[in-house]
Nanobody
């Protein structure tokens, strides 16, 4: 059974930083991409960033590229999202996602598994 468990969300002032984590279990395949999506109230879920397991190849949305950094520790089966210079428009529920196979770009189009989400609120 695959599980993705996010942590690290919270309330932060604009300009501040947060680090999200996503711990994966049950994914026995050696090559699975992971990524982050977010959903603000009344809006559709949108892609934030994704990273492959082998090579750590990462892609990210233009809106966060200069401020967010995605990384992963394969030994711990854990992915991270370092979010700096946060803005009120970054306020959303952030979801971790993973696929059984493929690369980061595949995850942008299709997601096999989801975490339960963690709330990030940025106050102005």
């Amino acid at each position: 059974q695959v599980q993705l468990v996010e942590s690290g969300g919270g309330l932060v002032q604009a300009g501040g930083s947060l680090r999200l984590s996503c711990a994966a279990s049950g994914l026995t395949n050696s090559n699975y991409p992971m990524g982050w999506f977010r959903q603000a109230p009344g809006k559709e879920r949108q892609f934030v960033a994704a990273i492959s397991r082998i090579g750590g190849i990462a892609i990210s949305a233009d809106s966060v590229k200069a401020r967010f950094t995605i990384s992963r520790d394969n030994a711990k089966n854990t992915m991270y999202l370092q979010m700096n210079s946060l803005k009120p428009e970054d306020t959303a529920v952030y979801y971790c996602a993973a696929n059984r196979y493929g690369d980061a770009s595949d995850l942008q189009r299709k997601q096999d598994f989801w975490g339960q989400g963690t709330q990030v609120t940025v106050s102005s």
